[in-house]
């Protein structure tokens, strides 16, 4: 779709959302199962699937919707409501289908090829990574970490440099892809929060892996990437500066929301143990609800009206101005601060039984904490650089 207002859009995505709304109950139930398994279930998946909540920025012509960009922000805050790590599939792993279709068609017939249900993961932090060039592709070895969903994807981007780039046609660094055959899964998520993600590590040893699905980092970052053809969604063709980690926001707004919820729903009626009062008829307790209510309110409303703003400007064939992306990164990193500090706040008037790992506002907060270190929101990264500039010094350059 281009040139959609607000209105249109969200009116295009209104059945989507029904569908979201159907899944919260279970999700709910089933989110403390998932932090126990380290993974969300394969039920879920299916249930995930079914309702073609992994396809928003799948290709058409591969039985995906082609929804206005925008969507994933409402999605992961609705799911991660019930269950944050299903929403961190359904929106940052389901996100991968726009960076996949950066790729040479010839990549994206490979991955989408044998069906509709496809997820693709990304693993990002590299160790002891070998890659050399040969003839018509790359042999890879090495190790990746961070690979949320890995235990239900069929393929992953990842990225390395070549032993002798700039020698033998590989210009620096790359990405690339790769299907789960070419790797093995070593379970290392022992982690605070985000558990059911199920990030683990992948291991590659010596994968061959074909010229056309490799792409420089620089084409990948830039304007017009081989898979961008013209009448595509735009974030498949401008510049991804500005639009990457943006699929974060919505599931942690949404898990503020799930905590404050979670919050209300524990404090509205229970004494306090060694006072005998109503725990709900404290001040504290009410001034404290009261700030953090406002404060993840705020951040929904600067986040969507962000996330519009990109859209918008993405269908106009335009990207962000470097300012704007300072801004919008420094107002993601605060305003991420802020959701974390609205759940500390209540969670530290609940006494003894708030330290629990079953107390639902416990792993909210867990879960936030966990998913506020992601460099896209990292505060110090967000906010230090948009200090320089105000101050007239010159901030390093980055593609996010």
């Known amino acids: 779709m281009t040139n959609t207002s607000v209105a249109e859009a969200e009116a295009a995505w209104k059945p989507v959302l029904d569908r979201v709304r159907s899944l919260i109950d279970p999700l709910k139930a089933q989110a ?31 039985g995906g919707d082609n929804l206005p960009w925008g969507i994933q922000f409402d999605i992961g805050r609705l799911l991660a409501q019930a269950c944050p790590s299903t929403a961190w599939i359904a929106t940052v ?18 991955v989408y090829g044998s069906g509709h249900d496809v997820l693709v993961a990304n693993a990002s932090v590299q160790q002891g990574v070998r890659i050399a060039a040969e003839k018509g592709g790359l042999r890879v070895s090495g190790r990746w970490r961070f690979a949320s969903g890995i235990d239900h994807a069929q393929w992953v981007i990842v990225s390395g440099t070549p032993e002798d780039a700039g020698n033998s046609g ?27 993600t199920g990030s683990k590590d992948i291991v590659v040893e010596g994968a061959w892996v074909p010229a056309h699905r490799t792409l420089p980092m620089a084409t990948f970052w830039g304007p ?3 898979g961008g053809r013209t009448g595509d969604p735009f974030i498949w063709r401008l510049p991804l500066a500005g639009y990457f980690g943006t699929s974060l926001l919505g599931p942690l707004v949404g898990m503020a929301e799930g905590g404050l919820q979670a919050y209300m729903e524990a404090t509205g009626t229970p004494v306090g143990v ?26 929904r409303r600067v986040l969507r009206a962000q996330i519009h703003e990109l859209r918008e400007a993405g269908e106009k064939g335009i990207g962000p101005s470097p300012d704007r992306i300072r801004a919008m990164t420094r107002d993601r990193a605060f305003l991420t601060r802020m959701c974390q500090n609205a759940l500390e706040r209540v969670a530290s008037t609940m006494g003894a039984m708030g ?16 998913a506020a270190t992601q460099i896209a ?13 105000a101050l007239g010094l010159s901030p390093p350059t980055s593609p996010i």
């Open 224 to 226: 017009a990437p081989p």
């Open 170 to 196: 590989s210009d620096g660094p790359l990405f690339f892809l790769l299907p789960d055959r070419d790797y093995t899964i070593e379970d290392t998520w022992f982690v605070s929060g985000m558990r059911g």
């Open 32 to 62: 403390g199962t998932a932090e126990k398994d380290r993974r969300i279930s394969p039920n879920i998946m299916q249930s995930l699937y079914r309702e073609g909540l992994l396809r928003h920025f799948q290709p058409r012509r591969h």
């Open 355 to 370: 330290i629990f790992d079953g107390n639902p506002v416990q792993r909210y907060v867990r879960d936030l904490n966990a």
């Open 274 to 299: 060694m006072t005998g009062e109503c725990v709900a008829q404290h001040p504290a307790v009410q001034l404290r609800l009261a700030e953090s209510l406002a404060e993840v309110s705020t951040a």
């Open 377 to 389: 929101v990292n505060y110090d990264r967000g906010m230090i650089p948009f200090g320089q500039w």
């Open 93 to 110: 792993v389901a996100a991968n289908n726009c960076y996949a279709c950066r790729f040479p068609q010839a990549a994206q017939d490979e």
